[in-house]
């Protein structure tokens, strides 16, 4: 069997572990069958020259803003982005399954042409997320429904989509929630891999990161609790059965 490899934006321990955890349970394999590297730490050159290494890859989220200015980035940043865009250079040109959760929008939107911007900011939280037409008939969105909750937080989004990609959801506070590119390559605005005790972790994780005013912790994971988020996580389930080899 082959695995799954994630790539990782974060470097706070907790939130990470948390992210890795969760990608596995909710792809419905052991943690052990999905690799982990953290872009921008370690080596990734390999990656772009034996994708058939691995069954899929999964990009995480984190506090990377891919529309920032670059000279407002960290150097890990900008060899994370590097490396990245080496990736996902590979992945597009062989159609290969990718599914990036978060800052998979600004960076598959950005590679690809898209607006990404910060006209559409949502705070941390549940979401309430619409499929397109042709979302629903995607095979990553069987059994979700036509609208469904979701938790996430964000401070770029993608303003105006790639003229080649289909989008597959929306929601009122951000115009792209979910698209593709062919017919194997994802990205989410809303985080499939996040549930409850995920969000809690990334709230105390992110709270001095500009996410929201740490005095509205507290607030933040009320909300976030008051919501029944059980349908993003059927992303994962689809994604493992249609492409684990």
Same mark, same amino acid.
């Given at each position: ?40 730490? $370690? $080596? ?8 058939? $290494? =691995? ?10 803003? =891919? ?9 890990? !940043? ?14 597009? #040109? ?12 600004? *960076? ?13 900011? /949502? ?46 959801? *929306? ?5 792209? !929630?979910?698209?593709?590119?062919? /017919?194997?390559?994802?990205? *989410? !605005? ?25 005095? #509205? ?16 996580? *059927? ?11």
């Amino acid at each position: 069997m082959r695995p799954f490899l994630l790539l990782s934006i974060r470097s706070e321990q907790a939130a990470a572990d948390d992210e890795h955890a969760a990608f596995a349970r909710f792809l419905g394999v052991e943690q052990d069958e999905v690799h982990r590297r953290l872009l921008g730490v $370690d $080596d990734v050159g390999d990656v772009a020259s034996r994708l058939d $290494d =691995w069954s899929g890859v999964l990009l995480g989220g984190g506090s990377f803003t =891919w529309s920032d200015d670059a000279a407002t980035k960290s150097a890990a !940043q900008l060899r994370a982005e590097a490396d990245l865009v080496l990736v996902l250079d590979a992945v597009v #040109e062989a159609d290969f399954p990718f599914l990036g959760a978060c800052y998979g929008i600004g *960076t598959l939107g950005g590679h690809q042409g898209g607006l990404v911007d910060r006209a559409f900011p /949502e705070p941390v939280g549940p979401l309430s997320v619409t499929t397109t037409e042709a979302g629903r008939a995607d095979p990553l969105f069987a059994g979700v429904p036509a609208h469904f909750a979701a938790y996430g937080g964000h401070k770029e989004a993608l303003t105006r989509p790639p003229a080649h990609a289909v989008v597959l959801a *929306t929601s009122e506070a951000c115009p792209v !929630q979910a698209f593709r590119v062919g /017919e194997h390559v994802y990205a *989410t !605005q809303f985080h499939p891999e996040l549930d409850l005790a995920g969000l809690h972790t990334r709230i105390d994780t992110y709270a001095t990161h500009g996410y929201f005013d740490p005095s #509205e912790a507290d607030t933040l994971r009320a909300a976030g609790a008051a919501v029944e988020v059980a349908h993003p996580m *059927t992303l994962l389930r689809n994604f493992a059965r249609r492409y684990r080899r």
